[in-house]
Antibody, heavy 121, light 110 residues
Framework: QVQLQESGPGLVNPSETLSLTCKVSGASMTDSYWSWIRQPPGKGLEWIGWIGFNDYSVTTKSNPSLGSRVTMSLDTSKNQFSLNLASVTAADTAVYYC????????????WGQGTLVPVSS | QTVVTQEPSFSVSPGGTVTLTCGLSSGSVSTRNYPNWFQQTPGQAPRTLIY???SRSSGVPGRFSGSILGNKAALTIAGAQADDESAYYC??????????FGGGTKLTVL
């Protein structure tokens, strides 16, 4: 069973970079696609992006609405992947979830428990 | 800009059957959009119910089923129970590796 656990700061200042890491157990980093999803308080889910291996090279895709603010990376030696979101504002305050694709398919099969990241000075 | 559409709210009687839908503001939904469905109760992480249109995630009861109905993806809940009262979200692949969630449907069981 795939298990995911987010970790990161409890608070981020406006204009700074939000950084989160997701620790993975129960799966190989090369066999799935790894996603980031967020949910502002009281609102719906927003897809941020995914990272994974395609033809032995790492590929990333991110939500066009977030522009170039999103950077993702993957560390197979530590079984974890990471998200950096630059130039944050209060609108980036949300519960951030890491997730993985379903077995042998696409989309989201497994979820982390989520971590609330407030953006405030 | 493409938008993924869902009914904002729906209600069903206990024991009844309800079908929630997931569409595109432009175009039809097909299996090539790999529809995913999730259930979320307040304060909890979402739970995956359905992926790849109609594949049930491990541990999901058989009364949850996914399909394509006309030009939309559909989630059908048969024999609705009180603890099915939740928010339900769909996720679609729009092409080129880009995904988008629908706005969610709040289901009431009463």
């Amino acid at each position: 069973q795939v298990q995911l656990q987010e970790s990161g700061p409890g608070l981020v200042n406006p204009s700074e970079t939000l950084s989160l890491t997701c620790k993975v157990s129960g799966a190989s980093m090369t066999d799935s696609y790894w996603s980031w999803i967020r949910q502002p308080p009281g609102k719906g889910l927003e897809w941020i992006g995914w990272i994974g291996f395609n033809d032995y090279s790492v590929t990333t895709k991110s939500n066009p609405s977030l522009g170039s603010r999103v950077t993702m990376s993957l560390d197979t030696s530590k079984n974890q992947f990471s998200l950096n979101l630059a130039s944050v504002t209060a609108a980036d305050t949300a519960v951030y979830y890491c997730a993985s694709s379903p077995d042998g398919s696409y989309g989201v099969g497994y979820w982390g428990q989520g971590t609330l990241v407030p953006v405030s000075s | 800009q493409t938008v993924v559409t869902q009914e904002p709210s729906f209600s069903v009687s206990p024991g009844g059957t309800v079908t929630l839908t997931c569409g595109l503001s432009s175009g039809s939904v097909s299996t090539r959009n790999y529809p995913n469905w999730f259930q979320q109760t307040p304060g909890q992480a979402p739970r995956t119910l359905i992926y790849n249109t109609n594949s049930r995630s491990s541990g999901v009861p058989g009364r949850f089923s996914g399909s394509i109905l006309g030009n939309k993806a559909a989630l059908t809940i048969a024999g609705a129970q009180a603890d099915d009262e939740s928010a339900y979200y769909c996720l679609l692949h729009l092409g080129s590796g880009i995904w988008m969630f629908g706005g969610g449907t709040k289901l009431t069981v009463l």
